[in-house]
């Protein structure tokens, strides 16, 4: 190692590498500087003076861009990049060198308290926008760290409960978005997560931080431990973790050289935990050598308005009620108007540089004298709450339209916590009870960071605006979508259930005595309620435009690498419009067990009004795999698959049905098969036949019986067929030979 940046390193040298120095940076030892690491996935939370993990002191303005939740509706890798350039734009101008982010675990259930900070409910559209991040921030010479690796789907006794999961889901669900970000993208971290998995911390799981984050995907940057996460740093370094986070004052150093030194700790273990802090802030040092603008803090937050105004999902809009007119009289009604809801709490918290409040951009739209406020309802129990819903239909039953504000609160989701229900408060919904009493014209605009239960909003709103949370500038991106400015194109990254009890992972979250069963398997999201067959409130994908958009001339080319789905898309409307073409595959008669149909593919694209655009979709090859559990690999079924083009996973347009080459799979045979298995592998059944032939006569005396004996056999172990005369010693070699 005479060419390493750590040759002459001491042990103790090596050990501070791997610990912080403060709460937001690394030791510089030697010529190996410093690394300032600080949140978030959706701004950048640098904090002055004394420091904190959760938000509490104060940090620098930066730009709030729509939290991952708001983010993800736009389902828009290059909406994303560039929300990431401008990221990293304004880490560069903090002097931060690590962003901590982009949050990409799975939406496991709708209760999850941090599920404001992620994408989707599917892992193929979290691992597209995700990669665009990753590679849009480290464009700027700031470097990423995918997070929370991995399992990590509740706030509930988030340090010690394990997640309990199976091979498939955990690499088809939950593994599946990281690895393709880190094969794609090269993040320069990876966060290893505070919870177990399969009862084993995640900082200290050498299965998935060496063998398969290295091993497999070939990660080559440092993994750092959430803030707090490890147990002990002897274990975590042995399993693969470089960096513990924050500074615990040199006693995990210490402890470190100890283990070393008593030979419990294999010194190459740390020399590549310290060789991997090294090439980091080699990355770091070539990276704040790169050229980037001065921060433009007013282009930030246009920027920032037409990302929101882009991932505004219009979820209802019966008699064209939206858009609406300047000029016509409005009442808007409820406190996230004059308050708006724009961010998550906890960690990620942003001090905003500006914000846009609703009530003033609606105002602007409108023109003078045109919109009247009532406030409706607090959200911290003050105030006289029925003077307050009186005052509000009073108001509305004045105008020509009512634009009523509902969401959740800052104190009712929160890192920390999971909700206990997806309920929107009750005096909300008596509230918008009254209103539209009075006012059947009422638009309903939604402001949350975890799903809601819509039905009751969906019931009585004649047209519905959700943002999720749409950052500083939602309420600049919310006005010009009512107002007709921007026609929404945002597309739900979740499904709205009907209701709680629906949802797959109801019964097994968040767990107990620090243990969560996965229990639903692979059925998470709408894989779950296809399925099942089950209604829901709003499909996964869904959004409305002001225009509408035909499908035809569906096509599938396929090769070794994939398929191209290509679809003419027709906007048949009046006016411009933005479609997100998604493509769903199947297999029916899988042999293995499988959702109905799962995303494997999608596109946005402009089509300007009266035009059509040919849309072409590329799906690869290996998003068709399973992973088979008894040969630990990815595996191709042959078969003909179902390809679907659609506006959402319930709205198909188009279907087509291609032919699959599958993968050679050859499960080897053991003592430990099945008679079933056997004879279903011609080589195994041939060395069955050359030890068994004595069986033939039982086997066929099974009518006798009034059963098919054979069916009732293929499941007994081979090994317990020396019951039945069968020389299993003889077998087993023949097996092994087969």
């Excluded at 690394?26 to 190996?32: D, L, M, P, Q």
């Excluded at 690590?98 to 409910?121: A, C, H, M, Q, T």
């Excluded at 991040?133 to 760290?145: E, F, I, K, P, R």
Aim: with cysteine; glycine share 10%; aromatic share 6%.
């Amino acid at each position: 190692m005479t060419d390493s940046p750590i040759a002459d390193l001491s042990t103790a040298d090596k050990a501070a590498l791997g610990s912080g120095a403060d709460f937001w940076t690394t030791k510089s030892v030697g010529e190996i500087e410093s690394v300032t690491m600080t949140d978030g996935p959706h701004g950048v939370r640098r904090q002055v003076g004394a420091t904190d993990h959760l938000g509490l002191s104060e940090s620098l303005p930066a730009t709030c861009f729509p939290p991952a939740v708001g983010l993800a509706q736009g389902w828009d890798a290059e909406l994303v990049r560039r929300v990431a350039v401008a990221l990293g734009h304004e880490a560069r101008a903090a002097a931060v060198d690590v962003l901590l982010g982009p949050g990409v675990n799975i939406k496991r259930d709708p209760r999850g308290g941090r599920n404001f900070e992620y994408y989707s409910e599917d892992p193929l559209l979290t691992g597209v926008l995700g990669a665009a991040w990753v590679q849009g921030l480290q464009s700027t010479g700031v470097g990423a760290s995918l997070k929370h690796f991995a399992a990590n789907n509740a706030e509930h006794d988030r340090m010690r409960s394990s997640s309990d999961v199976d091979a498939r889901p955990l690499r088809e669900i939950y593994l599946r978005a990281f690895a393709h970000i880190v094969r794609t993208a090269r993040p320069w971290t990876v966060m290893c997560s505070y919870n177990r998995i399969n009862g084993v911390h995640a900082c200290e799981d050498r299965w998935l931080l060496t063998e398969v984050l290295r091993g497999e995907w070939g990660f080559d940057g440092v993994v750092v431990s959430d803030w707090g996460a490890v147990t002990d740093r002897v274990r975590a370094v042995r399993a693969g973790l470089d960096l513990e986070m924050p500074g615990s004052g040199g006693a995990s150093d210490a402890r470190v050289v100890s283990a070393v030194e008593a030979g419990v700790l294999d010194p190459a273990d740390l020399d590549r935990a310290a060789e991997r802090m090294a090439v980091l802030a080699e990355r770091v040092r070539q990276g704040r050598q790169l050229h980037v603008p001065e921060v433009d803090v007013a282009a930030h937050h246009a920027l920032a308005r037409e990302v929101a105004g882009r991932c505004v999902v219009l979820l209802k809009n019966d008699r064209e009620l939206l858009p609406l007119s300047a000029g016509s009289a409005l009442a808007v009604v409820g406190e996230f108007a004059e308050s708006p809801r724009y961010q998550g709490g906890g960690s990620s918290h942003v001090n905003a540089a500006r914000l846009d409040v609703p009530l003033e951009e609606i105002r602007a739209h409108a023109g003078p004298g045109s919109v009247t406020y009532a406030r409706g309802f607090t959200t911290d129990g003050t105030g006289d709450a029925d003077a307050l819903r009186v005052e509000a239909v009073a108001v509305a039953s004045e105008a020509a339209v009512a634009v009523v504000f509902l969401g959740l609160a800052a104190n009712q989701e929160s890192e920390g916590f999971d909700r206990t229900d997806i309920e929107l408060p009750a005096d909300q919904l008596r509230l918008l009870t009254e209103v539209v009493r009075v006012q059947p014209r009422t638009v309903v605009v939604l402001a949350h960071g975890g799903m809601l239960r819509l039905e009751p909003v969906a019931a009585q709103a004649q047209a519905i605006l959700d943002g999720g949370l749409l950052g500083q500038a939602g309420g600049g991106g919310l006005a010009d979508v009512l107002f007709g400015v921007v026609n929404p194109s945002g597309r739900l990254a979740e499904t709205a259930p009907r209701r709680l009890q629906d949802t797959p992972a109801f019964l097994n979250f968040p767990g107990e005595h620090s243990r969560v069963r996965y229990g639903e398997g692979l059925f998470v999201g709408y894989r779950w309620y296809d399925a099942r067959e089950m209604e829901v409130c709003f499909p996964f994908g869904h959004g409305l435009s002001y225009t509408s958009f035909d499908y035809s001339e569906l096509t599938v080319d396929s090769d070794a690498v994939g398929w191209v789905v290509e679809v003419t898309v027709t906007n048949t409307g009046s006016w411009d419009g933005r479609e997100v073409v998604q493509v769903y595959v199947g297999l029916p008669g899988s042999s293995v067990v499988r959702p109905v149909r799962v995303l494997a593919g999608f596109a946005t694209v402009d089509v300007a009004a009266g035009t059509s655009v040919r849309v072409a979709v590329p799906i690869r090859r290996e998003d068709l795999a399973y992973w088979d559990p008894r040969l630990d690999r990815w595996v191709v079924e042959g078969g003909e698959y179902e390809v679907f083009v659609g506006a959402s996973s319930r709205d198909l347009r188009g279907r087509a049905r291609v032919p699959v080459a599958g993968d050679e799979v050859r499960v080897p045979v053991t003592l430990d098969s099945t008679l079933g298995e056997a004879l279903a592998d011609p080589k195994a059944a041939e060395a069955l036949g050359k030890v068994a032939a004595g069986m033939g006569a039982m086997l066929g005396g099974g009518s006798a019986l009034g059963v098919d004996l054979l069916r009732m056999l293929e499941s007994i172990p081979l090994r317990r067929l020396a019951n039945f005369g069968v020389d299993a010693e003889e077998l087993d070699r023949l097996l092994a030979e087969s």
